[in-house]
C-alpha cells in the first residue's frame, strides 16, 4: 500500500508545506512558487498500478492557502487478471483556501480493474478546482476499451453537506462504451468542477471537443469529451480565463 499526507500553512511569504509523509512508490518535489501560491508535483517511481496495489492520499489545504497540486505523468493501470488496484483520495479545503488539483488523465490497460474513490471536504469561502480524465485504454495498441472495470466515485461536501456526487461504471463486457450516453466515439472522457470560481469561469466550446456544462447543488460542472487527454487538460484550463495563478502544467 502507497500513502502520501500532504498539509500547507500560511507562512510570511504565502503557502508552506506544514506536514508532508509519503511511503513507496509516492514522492514529491520541493514546491514551486506562483506569487503566494505552491505548486506541488506529485510524482511516483513505479511504472504504475499493478494487480493488489492500492493507493491512499490525504491533501489538507489549510485556511487562508493556496496551492496547485499535479502530477508528473499519466496514471497507468496495468493487466490485473481477476483482481484489481485501487486510489482513495481524501482531500480537504480550508476556510479562504483555494486548491487547484490536477491530476493527470488515466489509462487502464487490456485486462485490468479499476476502483477509486475521491472523497473532498470544502469549507465556506473555499475555492476548488478538480478534474478527472480517463483515457478509453491504450488506443495506439489497439486496446480501446479492453480493460475489465473501472470504477470512479466521487463526493464533494461543503461545510458537511454532500453538493455535487458522481459515479461512473464503465464495463465494456456489460455496454457498448463508444455508443451514446458513453464515449461517443471518442476515446477519452474527462470532468471538471468548480467551487467558487463563478466569477472567472467561462464556459466555451473548442474544436474537436464535444463538451457541456451544468449547475449541481454548488459550483460548476463541466463533462467533455475528446480523443486526446492533453486537448482535455488544455480545454479545462482555457475555462478560467481571468485566473492569474493557474500555471500551465
Not at 84 to 108: D, F, M, Q, T
Request: charged share 20%; net charge negative.
Amino acid at each position: 500500500m502507497g500513502k502520501l499526507y500532504i498539509s500547507t500553512r500560511l507562512g510570511t511569504a504565502g503557502t508552506e508545506l506544514d506536514e508532508v509523509q509519503f511511503t513507496a512508490p509516492f514522492k514529491l518535489t520541493s514546491p514551486f512558487y506562483l506569487g503566494t501560491t505552491a505548486e506541488i508535483m506529485i510524482m511516483q517511481a513505479s511504472a504504475g498500478l499493478l494487480r493488489g496495489d492500492e493507493h491512499e492520499l490525504e491533501i489538507m489545504i489549510s485556511p487562508c492557502t493556496s496551492a496547485v497540486i499535479a502530477e508528473q505523468s499519466y496514471t497507468k493501470i496495468f493487466k490485473t487478471d481477476d483482481g484489481y488496484a485501487s486510489k482513495h483520495i481524501k482531500i480537504s479545503v480550508g476556510e479562504n483556501a483555494v486548491l487547484y488539483y490536477l491530476p493527470c488523465p488515466s489509462i487502464p490497460f487490456a485486462g485490468s480493474s479499476f476502483r477509486s474513490i475521491t472523497e473532498i471536504e470544502l469549507a465556506p469561502g473555499s475555492k476548488l478546482m478538480f478534474w478527472d480524465i480517463l483515457a478509453g485504454g491504450r488506443v495506439g495498441m489497439g486496446e480501446l476499451f479492453k480493460f475489465r472495470k473501472y470504477l470512479s466515485s466521487v463526493r464533494v461536501r461543503l461545510d458537511g453537506k454532500l453538493v455535487y456526487a458522481d459515479s461512473s461504471r464503465l464495463i465494456p463486457s456489460e455496454h457498448m462504451l463508444s455508443s451514446i450516453g458513453c464515449f461517443e466515439g471518442h476515446t477519452h472522457m474527462g470532468t471538471a468542477y468548480f467551487y467558487g470560481f463563478e466569477n472567472d469561469f467561462k464556459f466555451k466550446e473548442a474544436n474537436d471537443i464535444l463538451s457541456a456544462f451544468t449547475h449541481p447543488a454548488e459550483g460548476i460542472l463541466v463533462r467533455a469529451l475528446s480523443c486526446s487527454g492533453d486537448k482535455l487538460t488544455e480545454y479545462f484550463r482555457s475555462l478560467l480565463p481571468r485566473s492569474n495563478i493557474l500555471p500551465n502544467i
